[in-house]
């Protein structure tokens, strides 16, 4: 693939990921500060609703499907590329709730995690792209 064509679909791939972390993130405060969620349990609940979100649209706008994959398959592959996103995730969310709790101050309860968030957002982003261009995408 040349890098024009690289290029032009990892700018899709960045447009469909601003709407999944729109809905991910929003689901994320929503459910901290709404319902009282702890922010790590938030977190994943709101990683895993916009994976769904996230599979329809990059399989139908970003990624070209595979013939020798069959929709199931595909679908498995994704899910599996994407716990490995919320392993990933989580583990970013966890460390920054360590580093944000020390001497006795527990800075866990207030704003921290949503920045810890959009620094996980950008390394699962790029776990993202790259996983899904080498095992999904037909180009």
């Known amino acids: 693939m040349k890098k024009a064509a690289l290029f032009g679909q990892f700018l899709k ?8 972390f729109i809905i991910d993130f929003g689901t994320m405060v929503a459910l901290r ?16 609703v916009s994976v769904v979100f996230n599979y329809v649209a990059s399989m139908r706008y970003v990624f ?21 996103g919320l392993v990933i995730n989580e583990l970013i969310m966890w460390l920054g709730q360590e580093a944000f709790t ?16 959009i620094l996980a957002t ?16 037909a180009g």
């Open 13 to 20: 791939f960045s447009v469909v990921g601003a709407i999944a």
């Open 102 to 117: 020390a001497d006795g101050i527990d800075y866990a309860n207030g704003p921290y995690y949503m920045g810890v968030k």
């Open 33 to 48: 500060e709404l319902l009282g969620f702890d922010p790590i349990i938030a977190a994943a609940i709101s990683f895993s």
């Open 64 to 84: 070209t499907r595979r013939d020798d994959l069959s929709r199931q398959r595909e679908l498995i592959v994704f899910v599996v590329l994407s716990v490995i």
């Open 122 to 137: 950008a390394v699962v982003m790029l776990w993202n792209f790259f996983s899904r261009k080498k095992w999904l995408d």
